[in-house]
């Protein structure tokens, strides 16, 4: 990416651990990200990438170790709540609103949390639909619209409220493979505005192409990190290559 | 049956279906906020209150709404005060039907998929918010035709309240066999007039199933 990445990391991880009952699930992470980077991050199932990505979202609370998100300690339960509405984030299934058109789940949170005028949320909504392509169907409900379509009305809802970073979990795995394309545009877009983003993806064109450091995770732990570049081509760790030969030679 | 005798009893027994609609109105109403309540204090209320809630709909469901009745009408007067028999009817049947449309609800939050929550928590909703503005309009759908359902379970039971006097559709029946006997046509009238009113809602839940079964 060309964006200039900024010197004080926006996130903050530092010996972070995680348990699910007797699992573990993280072993003392350690992560930074910088304002407008794009980091990706890659590794099996279970390896514990989502995970990171939703304590960085503060939908998971880390058992030990500091989490800085935007300035907030989400380490401290009493102020976790102030990243509410700071963020944004795109889910695998999507999560839109059935009972709502699309400008309808772009509106919602701006009106109800942010307290704006019907007019100005509308304004505001049809921008974002507007920018990921989907102006003409703001009066559609997500039954109406392909899973692409409802994947980039997520995305709009999440950047309407003007948050400061984006997490994306797995975004495209539940899309129809030539569905994918059209989501991974928007954010590429995204990236390319200088977007600070966390990705956590099974499309290792996007992480080759789009990222500026991939993380690759394995049982827990950070296993390698480096550009793409270093990660695909000159990959170190024994684990690394394993991954990268599986989910790239089938 | 005579149709003098027909015309007589239909004038009391609509009488008494005019107590059954305005019982089984108010029943609705008190049943489904109760419900709704305990619904939203099982599932998100504090540990002492949603145990609460949970007590309560299991010690309904465990009794008969006859007791429910007996322990309204005759233990308020039990302790010195004095209770409008229709007002003990419209208490009970909420009080019992509450327990059973709270579980309806409850089954209609749980089925709102985790992601709506987790979503609108990004967004900076409160919960609150979530409740009413995400998670409860989605659980209309899922819940209408139970609830529909219940509504119509409720419906019926209003005649158990003719046991403690009031003079509803059933009790009219009860007098009028009382007095003329032929208890056959008399009460065959009076299941054909509890027909009316609950065959076109059953028919509607039917309709609605199949809709939904397509969508």
């Known amino acids: 990416m060309t964006t200039s990445i900024g010197s004080k990391p926006v996130i903050n991880l530092n010996g972070v651990s995680k348990s699910f009952g007797a699992t573990k699930v993280l072993k003392e992470i350690n992560l930074e990200v910088r304002p407008g980077e794009v980091l990706v991050l890659i590794g099996a199932s279970g390896s514990g990438k989502s995970t990171v990505l939703r304590i960085m979202a503060g939908l998971e609370t880390a058992d030990s170790g500091e989490v800085w998100v935007n300035d907030v300690p989400l380490h401290d339960v009493r102020r976790a709540k102030e990243i509410r509405g700071h963020v944004g984030m795109v889910f695998q299934q999507f999560n839109l609103f059935p009972h709502k058109t699309a400008l309808g789940n772009v509106t919602l949170a701006l009106i109800k949390a942010r307290k704006m005028s019907a007019v100005d949320a509308r304004k505001r909504a049809m921008d974002v639909l507007d920018r990921v392509g989907l102006a003409d169907r703001a009066e559609h409900y997500p039954s109406q619209l392909s899973g692409g379509q409802q994947q980039r009305v997520a995305i709009a809802r999440a950047l309407a409220v003007e948050p400061g970073i984006m997490f994306f979990d797995e975004a495209t795995s539940a899309l129809d493979p030539e569905l994918v394309g059209e989501v991974t545009e928007v954010m590429r877009g995204l990236a390319r505005d200088g977007m600070t983003m966390v990705v956590v993806t099974h499309e290792m064109g996007f992480a080759r192409k789009t990222a500026d450091r991939v993380v690759f995770m394995d049982k827990g732990v950070i296993a390698e990190q480096g550009v793409p570049e270093e990660i695909f081509v000159t990959p170190q760790n024994e684990r690394t290559k394993q991954f990268l030969h599986r989910v790239l030679d089938h | ?215």
């Open chain 2, 1 to 215: 049956m005579s149709t003098e005798l027909l015309t007589t009893s239909l004038s009391i027994l609509l009488h008494g279906l005019v107590a059954t609609l305005l019982l089984s109105a108010a029943s609705i109403v008190g049943g489904t906020l109760i419900g709704l309540l305990a619904a939203v204090l099982r599932s998100f209320g504090p540990w002492g209150s949603a145990r609460v809630a949970k007590l309560y709909t299991e010690l309904f469901r465990g009794t008969p709404v006859l007791i429910t009745l007996m322990f309204i009408y005759f233990g308020v007067s039990y302790f010195g005060y004095a209770i409008d028999v229709f007002a003990a009817g419209v208490v009970g049947l909420s009080v019992y039907q509450g327990a059973y449309i709270a579980e309806v609800f409850r089954s209609g939050i749980e089925a709102v998929p985790e992601g709506q929550w987790e979503v609108s928590q990004i967004l900076g909703l409160g919960k609150t918010q979530t409740f009413f503005s995400v998670v409860l309009p989605q659980t209309g759908k899922i819940v209408l035709p139970p609830l529909i359902g219940q509504y119509l379970s409720l419906i019926k039971d209003t005649s158990i309240v003719s046991m403690i006097g009031l003079s509803e559709l059933m009790h009219g029946g009860q007098a009028i066999v009382d007095r003329v006997g032929k208890p056959v046509e008399i009460y065959g009238l009076v299941a054909v007039l509890y027909f009316v009113v609950c065959f076109p809602l059953s028919q509607w839940v039917r309709h609605h199933d199949r809709r939904s079964l397509l969508s």
